[in-house]
């Protein structure tokens, strides 16, 4: 172990002397990084090649269902949160970390087989599962990259590389959204998801190199072995997230995050219907959004996140999301025109990645190591898709009572208050906590 370790200092020299023109690197972190953010690539770039065909056909199944499509979607997080719950109590992480990847897997090759051989009207239905699973997919898979990140970066490192991490996930989006975009109607979709497979068989690999390193990586957790099982009970997700005032927090502004943007999806989702009649066309316009959103991202994960971070704190980057949301929803009510929610959109979406999800993920390193993988795993998924439904259902509500999107937009601007201010309390909560465990 000694002499693998010393064999490697060369190669982390030079990766610690290229990263360090971008980013504050400590000596011994590079390694650690560079395997942590090809795992992020290859996650997102599988799922961005994936989201778009997703979108697709939810829309394709008509806009006016999908209030139920993400009640099934609920459910099935319902259903999947204690089977991964018991992954973790019972295998080390790497290892469950693999079975539910690969399970994944699985999964789109019968996706791939059911789309080969169904009818026109079957492709509706499989449509809508497939849009269910995606969901379902996404939050799952990015929970547990940013539970096994966590567990291995400290809240220090977490301000300085978290930001990099987040360029990883963006440039992972950028090439599954060009990807999609420009090969869809060369390749069909099938093909799409056969490159999504392989892309997550890469992140499985990433994994278990990243595990091997971190025994003697500065970074990692103190005082358990991050090999063995965690153990617990099975919903322990759910009972630890109640009890703790700092989980509830976290929890509520991910309920918040959720109901708003779904709020927004449905705005996308109507524009798409109406201005897009054709499925190849529907497809290419949500991947061209995807692309630009993450290019625009980029640039401030690259350069600025981690250093806004250090300097304005983790309280300040939580709220600067909620805040721009204030004014965003505020604009649509005044001005409810395609042009002005294009620039909500894709305001929100890149102070999310840029800002708002690094620093919400350093909110975790203040928490035990069992609370990082169900707790965590429990908000990332349960929760944010109830939020889903609490806006998908009131959308439909509001609509039905002849709301516009004027008025469904300035019934949204309370919602982002509320948000603020709990941002400013989580924030200066998770000072609190760091200090006492440090």
């Known amino acids: 172990m000694a002499s693998e370790a010393a064999a490697a200092v060369p190669a982390d020299g030079v990766l610690h002397g290229l990263l ?51 009640t099934g979607t609920l459910l099935a997080m319902l259903a999947a949160n204690p089977l991964f719950a018991y992954a973790v109590r019972r295998w080390p992480r790497e290892t469950f970390i693999a079975i539910a990847y690969r399970f994944f897997m699985l999964n789109l090759l019968v996706f791939m087989v059911l789309l080969m051989v169904a009818t026109p ?7 809508r599962a497939f849009f269910i699973w995606t969901s379902v997919f996404n939050l799952f898979v990015v929970s547990i990259f940013w ?29 599954g959204s060009a990807l999609t975009s420009g090969f869809v109607e060369h390749l069909g979709q099938n093909w799409l998801l056969l490159a999504s497979i392989v892309l997550l068989e890469v992140a499985v690999f990433a994994v278990r190199r990243l595990s091997r390193i971190t025994d003697a990586f500065q970074g990692s957790v103190q005082g358990d072995d991050p090999h063995r099982p ?29 109901i708003t943007s779904t709020v927004l999806y449905f705005q996308q989702a109507s524009i798409a219907e ?12 949500f991947a061209n959004i995807d692309f630009w959103v993450n290019v625009l991202t980029l640039g401030f994960q690259l350069f600025l996140t981690g250093r806004l971070t250090a300097w304005l704190g983790v309280a300040v980057m939580l709220t600067v999301l909620p805040a721009l949301s ?4 505020a604009a649509l009510a005044s001005w409810p025109t395609v042009a002005v929610f294009v620039v909500v959109q894709v305001a929100r979406r890149v102070s999310n990645f840029a800002l708002a999800r690094p620093s919400r993920e350093v909110l975790f390193t203040a928490v035990p190591r069992e ?59 998770q000072r609190r906590v760091e200090k006492q465990a440090g």
């Not at 009207?121 to 499989?126: F, K, N, R, S, Y």
């Not at 204030?326 to 929803?329: D, E, K, N, P, S």
């Not at 944010?384 to 516009?404: F, I, K, P």
């Open 326 to 329: 204030i004014f965003g929803f």
């Open 274 to 285: 109406a201005n897009f009649p054709g499925r190849a066309a529907r497809t290419a316009f």
């Open 147 to 175: 539970s096994f990140i966590v567990d291995v970066f400290d809240s220090d490192q977490g301000k300085r590389l978290f930001g990099f991490l987040a360029a990883g996930a963006t440039l992972g989006g950028i090439a």
């Open 20 to 70: 360090r023109r971008v980013i504050d690197i400590r000596p011994g972190e590079a390694r650690a990084l560079a395997w942590s953010w090809l795992y992020v690539f290859a996650l997102f770039l599988a799922y961005y090649v994936l989201r778009p065909i997703r979108d697709e056909l939810g829309v394709a199944g008509g806009v006016r269902n999908l209030p139920w499509l993400f």
């Open 371 to 429: 609370d990082r993988y169900k707790a965590k795993n429990f908000i990332d998924t349960v929760v944010y898709r109830g939020g889903d439904q609490v806006a998908a259902w009131s959308y439909a509500g509001l609509l039905a009572l002849g709301l516009t999107l004027t008025g469904i937009a300035a019934a949204t601007v309370p919602v982002c208050i509320a948000w603020a201010v709990l941002s400013v309390w989580l924030g200066l909560r």
């Open 230 to 258: 965690l153990g617990g009970g099975i919903f322990a997700g759910l009972t630890h997230t109640l009890r703790s005032p700092y989980l509830l927090g976290i929890a509520g502004f991910i309920l918040l995050y959720s």
């Open 121 to 127: 009207e079957q492709h509706v239905w499989i449509g």
